[in-house]
Nanobody, 124 residues
Framework: QVQLVESGGGLVQAGGSLRLNCAASGGTINRYTMGWFRQAPGKEREFVASITRFGINTYYTDSVKGRFTISRDNAKNTVYLEMNSLKPEDTAVYFC?????????????????WGQGTQVTVSS
């Protein structure tokens, strides 16, 4: 397992942008599919996006397609989530996660390392 720390969250107006960062330590992320999840108050944690080990394949939940972009820099051991055209319904705590797989996945149970989360709040 690797240790993951998210940053970059904050308060933004609807239509604005944020970039989340996920810095890994204790291992190299090129052994992992990386994912972003989010959890809004009173709701279950849900999948947002994932990216395979060398960035060849990405996978997004329908509600963020065309607005969010997941990317990774294995040399920096960091994963990013670029979020544009933000909506109030994007408000949540965003979590970074690592899965020891070679394919993309949206299944929470396949990720075995998690960060502590970063708050994203989108005002209307």
């Amino acid at each position: 397992q690797v240790q993951l720390v998210e940053s970059g969250g904050g308060l933004v107006q609807a239509g604005g942008s944020l970039r989340l960062n996920c810095a890994a330590s204790g291992g190299t992320i090129n052994r992992y599919t990386m994912g972003w999840f989010r959890q809004a108050p009173g709701k279950e944690r849900e999948f947002v996006a994932s990216i395979t080990r060398f960035g060849i394949n990405t996978y997004y939940t329908d509600s963020v397609k065309g607005r969010f972009t997941i990317s990774r820099d294995n040399a920096k051991n960091t994963v990013y989530l670029e979020m544009n055209s933000l909506k109030p319904e994007d408000t949540a705590v965003y979590f970074c996660a690592a899965a020891p797989l070679r394919y993309t996945t949206k299944l929470i149970t396949e990720y075995d390392s998690w960060g502590q989360g970063t708050q994203v709040t989108v005002s209307s």
